[in-house]
């Protein structure tokens, strides 16, 4: 998260520039207020996705751009802003240059206004990933206060954030609990002790699971999924091996919750996008789903069912093959809002363990080694 100061700076530079604008503000229609006013339970609202020439795209339901009026822009700037604060790829560059290097490779920046409440606003927020290579986007959940007549932004990982889940009435009672430990680490400094190509910290398989809090694979207890990639970077390029992908096997290609906790679909209805934040501080993403559920904050149980295999790539990306995208990511002091590592850690009763190179690496478990085309049953113990 940006400082006070930078943040009036960047987005000053942004105003004057032209870079960064709302939707139109425009009134909206009575049918399409009726029709998000009708919106069962549970689906998302009706509203509309509005494609920026300057390389971000704006997604709000009719009743949220109507609550927000004009002061749309305000909030799309300031979380546009911190975005690309924190992107790995264009991080600590200047706002038009990020932007200019994001469209140059047909990429964009995409703020997800999900819901308003006076002076509060609460959605998502991603940096697409590039479309002509394997790769995963990066997002986040986020939380902006307005204060003074300016919005606060409060990306995951940002101090603000943590600070935000405690207040906002747009985080509910029991999505609170699941998320407080998470958040909590999130206020941790942001130093790290291990530049990001060193080797992973090795952790004795004994101390593994109590690590993870005792997640699982992607898919149900007591049935298999077959290996395609081992640990490997969440976008396939630098950074921790925090990802594994798995297909096919006699779980009917059905994707679940690792563990308990809170589901939010990151792409919006119908993207095969899903984060799940567990209790205790890990969350898991989901990557290439189709038939997905749509879930926006909602409390779930341990293998709720999030989609199945597929090659959805709404976030970007690119995909071979049906199957699903699982990373493991985690705050503390060293790994703040990062993927991390899965090199010793045990999931779903094996203990995973990187190769010479990304994709190869195999998991362990009662002596017996499953590398990439193995059939391997999620365990839970």
Known sequence: MLSGLPVRIALTALAVTGLLAAAPSAPTPPAARAAAATTAAGSPPAGVTVKMPTGVTVKMPAGVADRLGTDRAALVDAVSADVLSRSHDVEGLAPATALGRLAAEGRTVVVDVRGVSRDWARGVAYVEAPRARHGAPEGWLYLAHREDGRWVPGLEGDREFA????????????????????????????????????????????????????????????????????PHAHDGGSGYWSALDFAGGDASGLVRSSREGTATSMCGAGGGWTRVIHPGGFSTDYYHMRNTTYYNGTSIARSALLGSIGTDTCAGGSATGAHVHWSLRTYDANYAGQYTWLNGRTIGGWTWWNGSAQYSGCGTRLGVTACPGTALYNRTG
């Not at 609990?177 to 090795?202: S, V």
């Not at 952790?203 to 005792?214: F, K, L, T, Y």
């Not at 694979?217 to 007591?222: A, I, S, V």
Request: glycine share 8%.
């Open 163 to 230: 600070d935000q889940v405690a207040e906002s009435p747009l985080v509910g009672a029991a999505e609170r609990r699941t998320m407080t430990a998470y958040a909590e680490r999130a206020a941790a400094p942001r130093t790290r002790t291990r530049p990001l190509d060193a080797p992973p910290e090795q952790i004795s398989p004994a101390g593994a699971q109590a690590n993870v809090n005792g997640l699982l694979l992607p898919w149900m207890p007591d049935h298999y999924m077959t290996l395609t990639g081992g």
